[in-house]
């Protein structure tokens, strides 16, 4: 049994006594143990591959930050890889894949399923000594990226302001595309289910780059895949999080998710008129506003929180940035861990 377990609680639509709190990238960068660790080492990839490393980056902000759940190290691009395209992190610069997808051979190359998923048997080690040594302390979130994220990768090699060559390929060759998507889709279900069985407890799927989209786009090409994956995920809830998604917030709650993840740019009492009181949301405070004085930062949590009104996991709006003060950090933290919901 958890000691903790107001994640699970609120995600399963039960009422609680305040939002439980976590962060989006709180594993790893902001926090100076988790840069002294990372110094030691070759790369990030060391660090995602082997497990006790994984683990005790991933427990680094419970100890630290007292947040109400952990989230695996590790990271979405680990999909692209097991299928066939390996990645390489560049000091500064961020992910880049030597090879990528041009052709339909080159998707039709493609590993998929069982025996994609089966190459990440470091990520399920990992999950498995997490959730140990975590000894019921909190929940363990598994994650994964978004079908139409990975296929950004896939196609890009790495990021892009604008994905523009991801996009020519739907736009030119629509069946291409679901052809792909589908391959990711199929592989991030086994992928899910296997960190299930290894320990996770919520499974959150990062869309990042939904944004680019437009509202049919995400409609043909994004949602019908997140959907897929959040009526295969039975075991636990789900978090769908289409950052940029805006336009969608109701068909993302009309899926089997648990949880809708929203981005700053969504007005929490707007959000209400369109989900209704009981959708379990999840974010969405600007990452930006912990560089502001720790009196307003603390104002603009509670004021989120109080708009909210419940149903309603405290996060940011998108991961927290690297270069964001520590001491603001635990504001943001404790600022939810006061509150109560009885002195509203
Ligand atoms: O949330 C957590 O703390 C768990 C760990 C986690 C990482 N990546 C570790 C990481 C998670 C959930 C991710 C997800 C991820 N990775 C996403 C989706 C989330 C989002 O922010 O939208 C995306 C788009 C990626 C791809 C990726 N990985 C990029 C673009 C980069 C480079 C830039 C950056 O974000 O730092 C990474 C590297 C990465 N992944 C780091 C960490 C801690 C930094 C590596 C380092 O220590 O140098």
């Known amino acids: 049994m958890l000691k903790n377990d107001l994640l699970l609680r609120t995600a399963?639509?039960?009422?609680?006594?305040?939002?439980?709190?976590?962060?989006m990238r709180q594993a790893g960068r902001i926090l100076p143990q988790y840069r002294a660790i990372r110094e030691k080492l070759s790369g990030f990839k060391e660090l995602v591959e082997?497990?006790?490393?994984?683990?005790?980056?991933?427990?680094?902000?419970?100890?630290?930050?007292?947040?109400?759940?952990?989230?695996?190290?590790?990271?979405?691009?680990?999909?692209?890889?097991?299928?066939?395209?390996?990645?390489?992190?560049?000091?500064?610069?961020?992910?880049?894949f030597p090879k990528t997808i041009?052709?339909?051979?080159?998707?039709?190359?493609?590993?998929?399923?069982?025996?994609?998923?089966?190459?990440?048997?470091?990520?399920?080690?990992?999950?498995?000594l997490t959730k140990q040594e975590l000894n019921n302390r909190v929940p363990l979130i598994g994650f994964a990226g978004a079908p139409f994220t990975i296929l950004c990768y896939m196609i890009e090699?790495?990021?892009?302001?604008?994905?523009?060559?991801?996009?020519?390929?739907?736009?030119?060759?629509?069946?291409?595309?679901?052809?792909?998507?589908?391959?990711?889709?199929?592989?991030?279900?086994?992928?899910?289910?296997?960190?299930?069985a290894a320990g996770a407890d919520l499974i959150q799927l990062?869309?990042?780059?939904?944004?680019?989209?437009?509202?049919?786009?995400?409609?043909?090409f994004a949602l019908p895949y997140l959907r897929k994956i959040a009526t295969a995920l039975t075991e636990v809830p789900v978090t769908l999080f289409a950052k940029g998604a805006w336009h969608s917030i109701k068909s993302i709650a009309e899926s089997d998710c648990n949880v809708v993840g929203l981005d700053w740019t969504m007005i929490p009492t707007d959000v209400r008129k369109t989900l209704g009181a009981k959708q379990v949301v999840q974010g969405n405070l600007d990452p930006c506003y912990?560089?502001?004085?720790?009196?307003?930062?603390?104002?603009?949590t509670l004021q989120m929180i109080q708009d909210f009104g419940g149903s309603h996991i405290t996060n940011l709006g998108h991961g927290v940035y690297p270069d964001t003060p520590l001491d603001n950090v635990k504001v943001f933290v404790n600022t939810v861990k006061e509150f109560s919901y009885q002195v509203v």
């Open 206 to 220: 990062f869309d990042s780059w939904a944004g680019v989209l437009s509202y049919d786009m995400f409609q043909h």
């Open 50 to 96: 082997t497990p006790e490393l994984a683990c005790e980056v991933t427990i680094q902000p419970v100890d630290e930050l007292d947040v109400d759940a952990a989230i695996i190290f590790s990271d979405i691009l680990v999909i692209p890889e097991a299928m066939g395209l390996p990645y390489e992190m560049i000091k500064g610069k961020g992910p880049l």
């Open 102 to 128: 041009e052709t339909l051979e080159d998707i039709d190359q493609l590993i998929s399923g069982e025996k994609a998923a089966q190459d990440l048997e470091y990520v399920y080690a990992a999950l498995r």
């Open 157 to 196: 090699g790495s990021g892009s302001k604008t994905f523009s060559k991801a996009k020519k390929l739907i736009y030119q060759h629509p069946v291409w595309a679901h052809r792909l998507l589908d391959k990711i889709t199929e592989t991030t279900i086994v992928y899910l289910k296997n960190k299930v």
């Open 12 to 23: 399963n639509g039960e009422a609680t006594e305040r939002p439980p709190v976590w962060l």
């Open 290 to 300: 912990l560089y502001a004085p720790a009196a307003e930062l603390k104002k603009a």
